[in-house]
């Protein structure tokens, strides 16, 4: 039975015409978005998830888009006692809370699609890490030789911390806290095999600092926003040469289409291999 048909008899037929009957589960926490027609039900919204998913403990709706440098979203806490949790991914624990973080369980698949591209031995810098996703499963399950990990938002490097020590990747994933121009050049000597940017929407603000510490030959995986309408071939030249503008030929190997900004934009990672470096 799906929400829909639960609320049946609960809410009015108008009312059900309102009702969003998909939300996302991070961990324990449901969060859910309830419309300014439903404001007055929803905790029975609330009881109703609750009901249906005896894995949640917590329901959140969701008030505000993300905003911000740290992309961070507005919640009101409509059942539960505690939002924080602990999210299952790939063999690895993942603590956070959402109300504090930016974390997408959506972009589960984008993690093991990275996970499953790093070789054993490799050296890689994730330079906006939130609380480590990609850094923790790359480490228990690639067998990479290093994970550099940096995180600007004092919560999520927090979380990032607290991550490596859950996942016992403490030996293979050093975590710093701090804005990654500064904190990578001060903690890494040499270059990485593979660099993920995975900020999009500013990632191109660090391109520079990418191809300084991606060797050639290296990958580097950089997520951005792109237009629909833009998704063509085009899209991959475009790319080439805003790396040539920062001092790096490459090629582009993939494109990744890994989630919806807005009906009209998607969320798209450009694995780029470093061919020469000018810089």
Do not use: W
């Not at 961990?27 to 029975?44: F, M, T, W």
């Not at 894995?55 to 505000?64: A, E, P, S, W």
Request: aromatic residues 6%; proline residues 3%.
């Amino acid at each position: 039975m799906n929400l829909h048909d639960r609320l049946m008899g609960d809410l009015s037929d108008e009312e059900l015409q309102h009702l969003r009957t998909s939300f996302d589960i991070v961990g324990d926490i449901a969060i859910i978005k309830v419309p300014e027609e439903l404001e007055h039900r929803k905790d029975v919204i609330a009881d109703a998830v609750l009901e249906q998913h005896r894995n949640v403990n917590t329901v959140l709706r969701k008030t505000g888009e993300r905003t911000g440098e740290f992309r961070t979203a507005t919640y009101e806490l409509l059942n539960g006692d505690s939002t924080e949790t602990i999210h299952k991914e790939h063999g690895c624990r993942l603590k956070l809370d959402p109300t504090t973080v930016y974390f997408s369980e959506r972009l589960g698949h984008e993690r093991e699609r990275v996970m499953t591209q790093v070789d054993p031995g490799e050296t890689v810098i994730d330079m906006f890490a939130g609380i480590g996703p990609f850094s923790v499963l790359i480490a228990r399950n690639a067998d990479p030789e290093h994970v550099y990990a940096f995180e600007k938002n004092p919560e999520a490097a927090h979380y990032l911390k607290e991550n490596v020590q859950l996942n016992s990747v403490a030996d293979t994933v050093d975590a710093y806290e701090g804005d990654v121009r500064d904190e990578l050049p001060e903690h890494v000597n040499g270059e990485a095999d593979r660099v993920l940017m995975n900020l999009p929407g500013s990632a191109d603000r660090f391109i520079d600092l990418a191809i300084k510490h991606t060797r050639r030959d290296g990958i580097i995986h950089y997520y951005t926003f792109v237009a629909k309408d833009d998704l063509d071939e085009g899209a991959a030249t475009e790319i080439q040469e805003l790396f040539r503008e920062h001092g790096a030929t490459v090629d582009v190997t993939d494109t990744e289409i890994c989630g919806h900004y807005n009906p009209a934009v998607e969320r798209v990672c450009f694995d780029v291999r470093v061919k020469r470096k000018h810089i």
